[in-house]
T-cell receptor, first 113, second 115 residues
Framework: AQKVTQAQTEISVVEKEDVTLDCVYETRDTTYYLFWYKQPPSGELVFLIRRNSFDEQNEISGRYSWNFQKSTSSFNFTITASQVVDSAVYFCALSESNNDMRFGAGTRLTVKP | NAGVMQNPRHLVRRRGQEARLRCSPMKGHSHVYWYRQLPEEGLKFMVYLQKENIIDESGMPKERFSAEFPKEGPSILRIQQVVRGDSAAYFC?????????????FGPGTRLTVT
């Protein structure tokens, strides 16, 4: 069963548009962690945010914001006023009590000038 | 404090050769994880190791792949008799404590190309 679902395979926006990347997860654990990573064309994984299951506070960091809702098992990521440099593949991931981090399939974001 | 280091960053092997990928965890981290990312896909868990022990290898292919994390030195992911389908990016991560943890740090990856 898919533990982390990123339903949007590809998104294309024009610079300065806002864009939201969806992430839905599945777990039976009460303690777990959620992450977002950015993978630019260079290939490395850039850590963006981590969230534990007990902290549902939304977070804003510059143009980035995250909406964690346990009621819908979602951890969505919004980029405000997108820029060309935001173009990348974005991965949502879940860490539970078992031994691995489960990644979604990723959403490829293209921001056009 | 250096991050997770992986080498080589790029590795080219011919079919049938062996590939050895190295991962040096962050200082003080005794838990290492290997992930594989096939082209255009997400990362898939392969194996979780603590010093000298394989804890979970449920994501490892049954044949040709092995991993170790010796008492001294880096963790090694070894692929014997490589085939074209092994071409992928292999990421290593480390953490100071067992999962679940919010402190899993990733290395830059090793890109393996099998010709």
């Amino acid at each position: 069963a898919q533990k982390v679902t990123q339903a949007q395979t590809e998104i294309s926006v024009v610079e300065k548009e806002d864009v939201t990347l969806d992430c839905v997860y599945e777990t039976r654990d009460t303690t777990y962690y959620l992450f977002w990573y950015k993978q630019p064309p260079s290939g490395e994984l850039v850590f963006l945010i981590r969230r534990n299951s007990f902290d549902e506070q939304n977070e804003i960091s510059g143009r980035y914001s995250w909406n964690f809702q346990k009621s819908t098992s979602s951890f969505n990521f919004t980029i405000t006023a997108s820029q060309v440099v935001d173009s990348a593949v974005y991965f949502c991931a879940l860490s539970e009590s078992n031994n691995d981090m489960r990644f979604g399939a990723g959403t490829r974001l293209t921001v056009k000038p | 404090n250096a991050g997770v280091m992986q080498n080589p960053r790029h590795l080219v092997r011919r079919r049938g050769q062996e590939a050895r990928l190295r991962c040096s965890p962050m200082k003080g981290h005794s838990h290492v994880y290997w992930y594989r990312q096939l082209p255009e896909e997400g990362l898939k868990f392969m194996v979780y190791l603590q010093k000298e022990n394989i804890i979970d290898e449920s994501g490892m292919p049954k044949e040709r792949f092995s991993a170790e994390f010796p008492k001294e030195g880096p963790s090694i992911l070894r692929i014997q008799q490589v085939v074209r389908g092994d071409s992928a990016a292999y990421f290593c991560a480390s953490s100071p404590i067992p999962p679940p943890t919010d402190e899993q740090y990733f290395g830059p990856g090793t890109r393996l190309t099998v010709t």
